[in-house]
């Protein structure tokens, strides 16, 4: 990873922990003084707030309080370095949204609204791309652009509109960015600050230039429902390109934020509480397979799972979709939800009260999901593997 010359390196959130004078870097200790500087990544070079003329460490000598490091200059061809008017990224401007990202999330007064806010960025620039088709004669895509009043979108009018802080950002500040673009920096900015020990920084795969378009009919029709296994398959894999190792990693996104009655029909967290639903990490898999889930609205077109609440109005419901429960499996086989739905999915581990303890069956298919699966959750359940 290298630093930009144009911001003195500022923007270097690598590995390099050696000055050049082969001293080793110290942790940094001013963390607090520096917020969003990457000082609190570990004892690496950096530049905070452009004090030096480029990145360097307090290092362990006797002689020496400091040194510069030899960290790579970025290619200037790879970056727009004029005014804010160019409507191009720059590594800067890139980390400027990391930042006003999490002042947003840290003036949000509750957990609830919090994981409301940031699991809403992920899903609105999910629905974003989730519409793209490989096979199709306008492919579509990544371009800023949703039907927000379809029932598929509902509620991510409640992140981004007139009122809404995200889009008063963008209005504000980052307007002569393409949509598209800002959506997908802003998504990787939730992922950052919400994983563990911020390991999740995507800055160095982020690639500029894509084009909002103001008109998409028929993107709804694309995307995923909640009802059933072939759902997956058909958008991510048939349509989309994508692998089950992909599929089922991106579905792990549900670990953040959380459903509302209101707005999708589908109430509760994935995780255990809206506390937890400010990480990401795979608690989704732990709860995936480590719970008793149960059919919740069965035979209703809002048909989910739930192991905490029957209520759907429970703000402490914990919830989980046919999409999801999809995954569920003890090798080598999956659960056969698309038809047996009273059902419970865990009861050799956990007793399941309704549905008379009935455990669900098992069909033999799927397998490359069952392996994707059992890789993200890393092992067996619980632990702490966390890796990224």
């Known amino acids: 990873m290298c630093g ?10 690598g590995r390099y922990s050696v000055s050049r004078n082969g001293f080793k870097c110290l942790d940094w200790t001013m963390a607090d003084d520096y917020p969003n500087q990457g000082l609190d990544d570990g004892a690496y070079c950096r530049n905070p707030d452009g004090v030096g003329e480029s990145a360097w460490c307090f290092v362990d000598s006797d002689s020496v309080l400091w040194d510069y490091c030899e960290v790579p200059m970025c290619p200037m061809e790879n970056f727009d370095v004029s005014n804010a008017s160019s409507g191009c990224f720059n590594t800067q401007r890139y980390n400027e949204i990391y930042a006003d990202i999490e002042r947003i999330k840290d003036s949000i007064g509750n957990d609830v609204d919090r994981s409301h806010f940031l699991g809403g960025i992920v899903r609105l620039v999910a629905h974003d791309f989730m519409d793209y088709d490989m096979n199709a004669n306008i492919p579509m895509g990544a371009d800023g652009c949703l039907l927000f ?8 009018s409640s992140i981004w509109c007139d009122s809404c802080p995200l889009k008063q950002m963008y209005d504000v500040k980052y307007g002569d960015l393409s949509r598209a673009d800002f959506w997908v920096a802003a998504a990787n900015a939730v992922v950052y600050l919400t994983s563990v020990n911020n390991e999740l920084d995507l800055r160095s795969t982020f690639l500029w230039g894509r084009e909002t378009v103001d008109a998409c009919p028929g993107s709804n029709d694309r995307l995923p429902t909640s009802a059933g296994c072939q759902e997956v398959e058909g958008v991510f894999l048939d349509r989309m ?37 400010l990480i990401f990490n795979k608690e989704y898999y732990e709860e995936l397979f480590g719970r008793a889930w149960a059919p919740r609205g069965v035979g209703t077109l809002k048909q989910d799972w739930s192991w905490k609440s029957r209520n759907p109005n429970n703000q402490a419901s914990k919830m989980m979709l046919n999409t999801d429960m999809c995954l569920a499996h003890f090798r080598p086989l999956v ?14 581990m956990f007793r399941c009260d309704n549905h008379e303890n009935r455990q669900c069956r098992r069909h033999p298919r799927n397998k490359e999901s069952v392996l994707a699966a059992s890789s993200c959750l890393g092992g067996t359940t619980p632990n ?4 990224p």
Do not use: M, P
């Open 4 to 13: 930009c010359d144009d911001v003195h390196q500022t923007d270097y959130r």
């Open 149 to 156: 009043d379809h029932e598929k979108n509902v509620g991510l």
């Open 335 to 348: 659960f056969d939800i698309d038809d047996d739905k009273e059902c419970c999915s865990n009861t050799g």
């Open 384 to 387: 702490s593997n966390n890796d």
């Open 241 to 277: 390109g994508l692998t089950w190792n992909d599929a089922v990693a991106l579905l792990g996104a549900h670990t953040l934020g959380r459903g509302n009655a209101e707005f999708s029909g589908h109430h509760g967290t994935w995780v255990q509480n809206s506390r937890e639903a």
